[in-house]
């Protein structure tokens, strides 16, 4: 499959349900279902899931652009640990649950990326993954942060082994791809600010120093898209 025929409607997506406005709406407090409802009826949250299963069947460097959209649009909502959640317990063969999952790779008092949004949580205990539906997301408290801290129902749904490295590995590679995608955003921004901004009858962007600057973060952009 074409990746750019897969991520350009994707993107259309995010421009229309997740603009800025939406975005800081939800970190304020706002419910996110339109949102979350938008992109669960885009069939997007299935693109890891196997054919066999009615998924996309791609693999996770195929939907690396999507993963790095949702960093570049800030979508509040666990939009990526969803996809992969669905995709483990649909190859365990076990009934996909609906609304958003979060991925837990330990039981902890630290907040969870997007917990304060999520209903499940597929959490890793000594190699084993179990589906827990979330009981209470307490905000950690730091401002537009839609972290939380979670307490689960004591009774989950086994899913199977969990994948090799864990779920710690694959959390932090979904976290790499979405801080390049905002890298790659915020140099865009950057670099059009720059061209548009005149001072002294150019633009700031002729400037050498400001090149100079450019030319820095452009870099660290692209190592951010190499790490990921």
């Known amino acids: 499959m074409d990746a750019q025929a897969f991520l350009d409607p994707f993107v259309r997506l995010l421009e229309a349900e997740c603009p800025p406005a939406t975005v800081r709406a939800i970190e304020a ?4 279902a339109p949102l979350w409802q938008a992109l669960s009826a885009s069939g997007y949250l299935d693109a890891l899931v196997p054919e066999t299963a009615q998924g996309a069947g791609l693999s996770l460097p195929l939907v690396a652009p999507i993963l790095m959209a949702l960093g570049a649009y800030a979508v509040p909502v666990p939009v990526a640990d969803t996809l992969v959640a ?31 949004w999520a ?5 890793e205990r000594e190699g084993q993954l179990m589906l827990h539906p979330i009981v209470t997301a307490q905000p950690c ?19 199977g082994p969990a994948p ?15 801080i390049a ?13 720059a061209n548009d901004r005149v001072q002294f009858g150019k633009p700031i962007g002729k400037q050498q120093a400001i090149q100079q600057q450019l030319a820095v973060m452009a870099q660290h952009s692209i190592a951010a898209r190499l790490a990921a």
């Open 181 to 193: 995608g905002a890298a790659d955003w915020l140099l865009a921004q950057t670099t059009a600010y």
């Open 29 to 32: 407090g706002a419910s996110p």
């Open 141 to 159: 408290g730091v401002f537009a942060d839609v972290s939380a801290r979670l307490t689960f129902e004591e009774a989950g749904v086994p899913i």
């Open 164 to 178: 090799k490295g864990g779920l710690m590995a694959l959390s932090a590679i979904l976290r790499a791809a979405e």
């Open 119 to 123: 209903d499940w949580a597929l959490i």
């Open 86 to 116: 669905r995709a483990l317990i649909a190859r365990a063969g076990c009934a996909l649950p609906d609304g958003p999952i979060v991925l837990v790779s330990q039981p902890s008092q630290w907040p969870v990326v997007s917990g304060q």
